[in-house]
């Protein structure tokens, strides 16, 4: 079965099991999301699909984005927001940029971040941990040991570093799956936070 939004446009290329076919602890981490968030979030759908690589996706997402760190859970989000939006990631900069501006408690500052994080109303602390998850992102191969102290002179030790690169690497994979199979966002999440 395609799950579909509104305009019946289905969430994912591929196909989307029915909760009722899917292994138990996948079926029952969705209902857990569900019950939480009133709806179920169209990536846990459309991941699904694979169950043995949904497990290992949200293990290391919750390990990510779940721990305790130098980071909060909004400063993770915001790189989210801006690695997504420079892999051109409609799912993710819509569901994370909810979640944003959920943690941030501010309404304005996924789409501020989404469109130009050099403008946004963000400390410089976080601007250069988002312009470091862009490098991440996009040049990799060109990280030198000046980006580390840059940081550092932030305050970022580098534990607080390898999440930041770690995050933008995992949601690089996330962005281009999300791409892969055409994954719509949910219309709950334009709303949510404003």
């Not at 400390?123 to 040991?145: L, N, P, W």
Request: hydrophobic share 45%.
């Amino acid at each position: 079965m395609i799950v579909s939004e509104p305009n019946d446009a289905p969430i994912s290329r591929f196909p989307v099991p029915e909760l009722s076919e899917l292994p138990d602890d996948v079926r029952q981490r969705i209902e857990a999301v569900s019950a939480k968030s009133g709806f179920i979030p169209n990536v846990f759908l459309g991941f699904a699909h694979r169950p043995d690589e949904f497990r290992a996706f949200m293990a290391y997402h919750d390990v990510l984005m779940e721990k305790e760190s130098g980071l909060t859970k909004g400063e993770r989000e915001l790189i989210v927001v801006a690695t997504s939006a420079r892999n051109d990631c409609l799912y993710c900069v819509v569901a994370h940029g909810a979640i944003a501006r959920i943690r941030m408690k501010n309404p304005l500052i996924a789409d501020q971040v989404a469109m130009n994080y050099r403008k946004a109303d963000l400390t410089d602390r976080q601007k250069a941990m988002i312009a470091f998850a862009i490098k991440v992102c996009e040049r990799s191969s060109e990280i030198v040991d000046a980006d580390f102290e840059e940081l550092r002179g932030h305050g970022f030790s580098d534990e607080d570093i390898w999440d930041i690169g770690a995050i933008a690497a995992f949601f690089a994979l996330s962005n281009r799956m999300a791409n892969l199979t055409s994954m719509r966002p949910n219309p709950e999440f334009f709303s949510m936070g404003r």
